[in-house]
């Protein structure tokens, strides 16, 4: 899956360290973002998580998380709506 830094910087900012990616897939748009103030990664995906944890780990850790959680999430619903249910 193809990632994006979507992060901001200000224009003083002299260290440009990636803090924010984008994903998107179809409908679905994921994003793995530090917060300022708050440790670790975190995950947003509308409409199951809005700053979700993914604990402290790699970008690269955070962002593979974030991809499985999206799929698991995707699944649940899928089988959700099986009419055969």
Known sequence: M???DIS???Q?????VPHTFEA??????IIVTRRHGLLGWFLRCEP???LKSLGECTASEAK??????VRADVLR???ALDPKQ
């Open 24 to 29: 998107r897939a179809a409908a679905v748009r």
């Open 77 to 79: 619903l899928t089988e």
């Open 64 to 69: 593979e998380a974030a991809l499985e959680q």
């Open 2 to 4: 193809k990632w994006a």
């Open 8 to 10: 901001s910087y200000s």
């Open 48 to 50: 199951w998580h809005d």
């Open 12 to 16: 003083g900012d002299k260290d440009r």
